[in-house]
Each structure stands twice: as structure tokens, then as C-alpha cells.
């Protein structure tokens, strides 16, 4: 596609519900990164994709959300017994090559509320 | 440890004139940096980035940035502002001596262009 795609864009779930996310990168883009945006502030990393490897998950806040890309395009970022602090937008950015000065190009975002 | 600091949270300036949105930085080796904006319920658009080279950068939409290696800076800058580049404003670094390939990004600046 022309642009990295996210589904659902937006998405409400009750405390404890496991919610799903989705991002289709540009078409060829080897690296994937998922960010969360909390309301006022700067984008922050989660984790890493290269290809279908997850080279770095230190972002993470906790072992309830767990991502994959298991063909080395789509990505899912998957939250488990969702709480309201989990209530951001979620971005997903990929870029063409590993590592240098490439820019990373960036989705519109789910925004996850939780009630 | 890398970060980024975007001390304005608003800049107001009126339609025509120039406008600067500040940003410093603190990585341990040369960094790349780079502009991003965001508008409404939006992902990020990449504007432009600083590898090497020439301390003045150009980039879209009539932007610029200049680097200042010394005060550790990298401004964003346009000559004369117009009432569509109302957005909000990330910059973003990237420390090419860490494997890590995450950006890091400032807490963004509210541009308002006033008709």
C-alpha cells in the first residue's frame, strides 16, 4: 500500500478485555516499531521489528502486551486484561532499512479507549 | 542515555512571519535528528532529518532546521508561517552508535499560526 495502515483506528474495551491491534507496513519495509502516545506527549517506544524477528521489546510496559509478526509484514500488538492505563493512542512506524538515518513512516494510529 | 527536549509547549506566531520551534537533544555520539509533525487524530509526517554535512537542513512544506553541534540543537525553522502548518511538532533523535533502533521523542510544541 501507499502508507502504513492501522485497524481499528479507534477501539473501546472494558477493564479486562483482550484487545488487538493491527498495523500493515509499507510494502518491503523491513523494520516495524510500535510507539505509544499517551494524550499530550511525545510518542514512546515499545518494541522492534526486523523482518518477523522482534529484536527488542524493552519498551514494553509489562508482560501483558505481547507483539508479533510472524511473515515479516503485518504486525499485531495484542493487550491482555486491558486498564484504563493502557487508554493511549498506539502508532506504528516501519522503515525501509535496518538501523541508519532512514525516517520511519508512521500510521494513523489506534486510539485504544478503556472504561 | 538519549532524550530529547522541546522546552515550548505552545508557540503562537502570526501568519507570515517566521517561525522557530526549538529542540536540544543528549545522545553520546553524532546523532540523527529529525522533524516530524502531527495534525489531528493523525500519525507522525516526517519533514525532514539531520545526518552530517551542512548544518542547514531542508525539508518539506517549506521547513528547515538548523544544527548547532556546540549548544547540542536542532531548530526548526520557516521563513514565513501560514495558517495550515498549525500542528503539533515532534523532534525525534537517533543515536547511530546504538543498536537500538528506536527514535526518541520530545514531548512536541503546539504550533498556532494566527490568520
Known amino acids: 500500500g501507499a502508507g502504513v495502515s492501522q485497524s481499528p483506528r479507534y477501539k473501546v474495551a472494558k477493564r479486562g478485555q483482550d484487545v488487538a491491534l493491527r498495523c500493515d507496513p509499507i510494502s518491503g519495509h523491513v523494520s516495524l516499531f510500535w510507539y505509544q502516545q499517551a494524550l499530550g506527549q511525545g510518542p514512546e517506544f515499545l518494541t522492534y521489528f526486523q523482518n518477523e524477528a522482534q529484536l527488542d521489546k524493552s519498551g514494553l510496559p509489562s508482560d501483558r502486551f505481547f507483539a508479533e509478526r510472524p511473515e515479516g509484514s503485518v504486525s499485531t500488538l495484542k493487550i491482555q486484561r486491558t486498564q484504563q492505563e493502557d487508554s493511549a493512542v498506539y502508532l506504528c512506524?516501519?522503515?525501509?532499512?535496518?538501523?541508519?538515518?532512514?525516517?520511519?513512516?508512521f500510521g494513523d494510529g489506534t486510539r485504544l479507549s478503556i472504561l | 542515555a538519549q532524550s530529547v527536549a522541546q522546552p515550548e509547549d505552545q508557540v503562537n506566531v502570526a501568519e507570515g512571519n517566521p517561525l522557530t520551534v526549538k529542540c536540544t537533544y543528549s545522545v553520546s555520539g553524532n546523532p540523527y535528528l529529525f522533524w516530524y509533525v502531527q495534525y489531528p487524530n493523525r500519525g507522525l509526517q516526517f519533514l525532514l532529518k539531520?545526518?552530517?554535512?551542512?548544518?542547514l537542513v531542508k525539508g518539506s512544506y517549506g521547513f528547515e532546521a538548523e544544527f548547532n553541534k556546540s549548544q547540542t540543537s536542532f531548530h526548526l525553522k520557516k521563513p514565513s508561517a501560514l495558517v495550515s502548518d498549525s500542528a503539533l511538532y515532534f523532534c525525534?533523535?537517533?543515536?547511530?552508535?546504538?543498536?537500538?533502533?528506536?527514535?526518541?521523542f520530545g514531548t512536541g510544541t503546539s504550533l498556532t499560526v494566527i490568520p
Open positions: 525525534a533523535v537517533r543515536d547511530p552508535s546504538n543498536t537500538g533502533n528506536q527514535f526518541y
Open positions: 539531520y545526518i552530517t554535512g551542512d548544518n
Open positions: 512506524a516501519s522503515s525501509l532499512a535496518v538501523g541508519g538515518p532512514r525516517p520511519q513512516h
